[in-house]
């Protein structure tokens, strides 16, 4: 650590070139720090570069996922497809000059706090070490692919993927294709092949309930008016309606008995209801939980796209996999020439598998045994200058992850000021504000929808929703200023009591 002009020069490593870990390169390529993003991919967009399914679209408006400080004119419609976003980070990137920080093809193993010196020690896949005095943890949430346990998978004689492992080559075009998983995921790939395939099994181990949501295109003229006049995104962005959605949302989530989850429920039960017309397929996709419990699905054509001719609907549990297709518990096969797994992702990673060991050793997979867990989503007791960005138990929902980056980031910056300004050598949350806090996050979580009886990616090991359990308003005013009583300061480089 330098100090130059009275202020503190910190170096940031930031671990993760996604959304997030680009947002925070960008805030402190304009803060004049010293950083290094590692990514272990040799590009960059995080998830965004994982999946390239066709069908990918974030089920978030456009303009809102976006970063507030990059409008971006050239969305082609209300919901981006997935190459749209990867431009559009790649683009943003180059433009904040950020790409060249960005070192690529290189993990972080490990990350070690070192007591003594009051730095994290970084292992890199290289073999390198290197020290940083922060650690910017933007390593995404689904980012391991969970494949299914399902007897036979090797032997498939075709092809044969998880969905964020797409494969160019496989067999779509005329093809007998299957669908393991109807998350957002089975259900976009579905929409976008069932009109390639010759046939195209979709394998439902439970229904969904759909939400029908506008879809448009935006015009080349509607296009041109938004470079002219940044002011209309903005306008779009900040429009009071989607944000009283937002708030709509959150206050169905958090209340199971009142009027806006009814009314999420009501919109999903007369969309199955007025939308799918064989009555027989109609109840195999009619779900026996509560809407919104799992992560809602966001459609407009799903439904359309399950009663064309060559669609099947899939409901009975499937036995075992074999060479020709995929062999049901009632004994029919369903014979395939590509099986796509959209099993969905080993939610509770986080920044693992890289070893974080705090202060004394203590190692965030113990810390983290029953659940991971953060204060406010951000940091950890006994985790100095260790911050996380769509870190555990912040709010995962249908909303912009990226507006939960930026507020995220916006709270770091408060907590890294004093360390800035040469006030401190460390900050971390203390135990006993951390525990509160999660005491209370996990009381309230077990009472929102996501705990109404389902089972989802929502849901920790012990059966508990993981996500912030509260409004969107309370997280944003959480973000804006955080609680600096909460937190230990430290001028010296000794391991601290934490109370
Ligand atoms: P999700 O939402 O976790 O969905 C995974 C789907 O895969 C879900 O329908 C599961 O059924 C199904 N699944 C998982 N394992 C199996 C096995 N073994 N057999 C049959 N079916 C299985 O993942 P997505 O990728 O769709 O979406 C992830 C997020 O990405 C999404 O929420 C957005 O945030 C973007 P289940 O419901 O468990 O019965």
Redesign the pocket.
């Given at each position: 650590m330098s100090i130059q002009n009275d202020r503190r020069h910190l170096r940031y490593a930031v671990v993760g070139a996604g959304m997030a870990g680009i947002l925070a390169a960008i805030k402190l390529k304009q803060d004049g720090e010293n950083f290094i993003v590692y990514e272990k991919a040799e590009r960059l967009g995080g998830t965004w570069r994982d999946n390239r399914y066709p069908g990918l679209t974030c089920?978030v408006p456009a303009h809102a996922y976006t970063y507030s400080f990059e409008p971006y004119a050239e969305w082609q419609a209300y919901y981006a497809k997935g190459e749209e976003i990867r431009t559009y980070f790649e683009l943003t990137a180059a433009k904040y000059e950020v790409t060249p920080h960005i070192r690529f093809g290189c993990e972080v193993m490990s990350c070690v706090w070192q007591d003594e010196e009051a730095v994290w020690l970084l292992g890199l896949s290289t073999g390198e070490s290197v020290e940083a005095d922060v650690v910017i943890a933007a390593s995404g949430v689904?980012h391991h692919p969970?494949m299914?346990?399902?007897e036979g998978l090797d032997g498939f004689a075709g092809d044969v993927f998880h969905?964020a492992r797409w494969q160019d080559e496989a067999r779509i075009d005329g093809a007998r294709v299957g669908v393991?998983?109807?998350?957002?995921?089975?259900v976009q790939i579905i929409t976008a092949l069932h009109d390639r395939a010759e046939a195209l099994v979709h394998?439902?181990?439970?229904p969904?309930w759909i939400m029908p949501v506008p879809y448009f295109r935006y015009s080349e003229e509607e296009r041109a008016a938004f470079r002219r006049d940044p002011g209309l995104i903005d306008a779009i962005r900040y429009d009071k309606e989607y944000w009283a959605n937002i708030h709509r949302f959150t206050q169905a989530i958090t209340h199971v008995d009142g009027p806006e989850i009814a009314i999420i429920e009501q919109l999903c039960l007369d969309n199955l209801e007025n939308s799918v017309r064989d009555p027989e397929l109609k109840e195999k996709l009619r779900p026996n939980y509560r809407a919104a419990c799992?992560?809602l699905i966001y459609s407009w054509c799903y439904y359309d796209a399950v009663q064309q001719p060559n669609v099947t609907v899939e409901r009975e549990g499937?036995a075992r996999i074999e060479p020709e297709g995929v062999r049901l518990k009632d004994g029919r096969l369903q014979p395939l020439d590509t099986l796509v797994l959209?099993?969905?992702?080993q939610a509770d990673r986080f920044i693992r598998p890289t070893q974080v060991l705090g202060r004394n050793g203590l190692s965030l997979d113990d810390v983290w045994s029953t659940r991971p867990t953060a204060y406010y989503a951000v940091t950890i007791p006994n985790f100095p200058n260790f911050f996380m960005l769509n870190g555990p138990t912040g709010p995962?929902g249908n909303f912009s992850l990226i507006d939960i980056a930026e507020r995220q980031w916006a709270y770091v910056e408060q907590l890294l000021a004093p360390l800035r300004r040469g006030e401190a050598l460390t900050v971390e949350p203390t135990m006993r504000a951390h525990a509160g806090y999660e005491e209370r996050r996990v009381a309230a979580a077990r009472t929102t929808i996501f705990g109404s009886g389902c089972?989802?990616?929502y849901l920790d090991a012990t059966g508990v929703p993981s996500s912030w359990p509260w409004s969107y308003e309370a997280f944003a005013e959480a973000m804006a200023a955080p609680i600096m009583a909460d937190y230990v300061l430290t001028a010296a480089s000794e391991p601290v009591a934490l109370s």
């Amino acid at each position: 650590m330098s100090i130059q002009n009275d202020r503190r020069h910190l170096r940031y490593a930031v671990v993760g070139a996604g959304m997030a870990g680009i947002l925070a390169a960008i805030k402190l390529k304009q803060d004049g720090e010293n950083f290094i993003v590692y990514e272990k991919a040799e590009r960059l967009g995080g998830t965004w570069r994982d999946n390239r399914y066709p069908g990918l679209t974030c089920d978030v408006p456009a303009h809102a996922y976006t970063y507030s400080f990059e409008p971006y004119a050239e969305w082609q419609a209300y919901y981006a497809k997935g190459e749209e976003i990867r431009t559009y980070f790649e683009l943003t990137a180059a433009k904040y000059e950020v790409t060249p920080h960005i070192r690529f093809g290189c993990e972080v193993m490990s990350c070690v706090w070192q007591d003594e010196e009051a730095v994290w020690l970084l292992g890199l896949s290289t073999g390198e070490s290197v020290e940083a005095d922060v650690v910017i943890a933007a390593s995404g949430v689904l980012h391991h692919p969970r494949m299914p346990d399902i007897e036979g998978l090797d032997g498939f004689a075709g092809d044969v993927f998880h969905s964020a492992r797409w494969q160019d080559e496989a067999r779509i075009d005329g093809a007998r294709v299957g669908v393991v998983g109807n998350g957002s995921t089975g259900v976009q790939i579905i929409t976008a092949l069932h009109d390639r395939a010759e046939a195209l099994v979709h394998f439902q181990r439970s229904p969904q309930w759909i939400m029908p949501v506008p879809y448009f295109r935006y015009s080349e003229e509607e296009r041109a008016a938004f470079r002219r006049d940044p002011g209309l995104i903005d306008a779009i962005r900040y429009d009071k309606e989607y944000w009283a959605n937002i708030h709509r949302f959150t206050q169905a989530i958090t209340h199971v008995d009142g009027p806006e989850i009814a009314i999420i429920e009501q919109l999903c039960l007369d969309n199955l209801e007025n939308s799918v017309r064989d009555p027989e397929l109609k109840e195999k996709l009619r779900p026996n939980y509560r809407a919104a419990c799992k992560r809602l699905i966001y459609s407009w054509c799903y439904y359309d796209a399950v009663q064309q001719p060559n669609v099947t609907v899939e409901r009975e549990g499937i036995a075992r996999i074999e060479p020709e297709g995929v062999r049901l518990k009632d004994g029919r096969l369903q014979p395939l020439d590509t099986l796509v797994l959209a099993t969905g992702f080993q939610a509770d990673r986080f920044i693992r598998p890289t070893q974080v060991l705090g202060r004394n050793g203590l190692s965030l997979d113990d810390v983290w045994s029953t659940r991971p867990t953060a204060y406010y989503a951000v940091t950890i007791p006994n985790f100095p200058n260790f911050f996380m960005l769509n870190g555990p138990t912040g709010p995962v929902g249908n909303f912009s992850l990226i507006d939960i980056a930026e507020r995220q980031w916006a709270y770091v910056e408060q907590l890294l000021a004093p360390l800035r300004r040469g006030e401190a050598l460390t900050v971390e949350p203390t135990m006993r504000a951390h525990a509160g806090y999660e005491e209370r996050r996990v009381a309230a979580a077990r009472t929102t929808i996501f705990g109404s009886g389902c089972s989802s990616w929502y849901l920790d090991a012990t059966g508990v929703p993981s996500s912030w359990p509260w409004s969107y308003e309370a997280f944003a005013e959480a973000m804006a200023a955080p609680i600096m009583a909460d937190y230990v300061l430290t001028a010296a480089s000794e391991p601290v009591a934490l109370s």
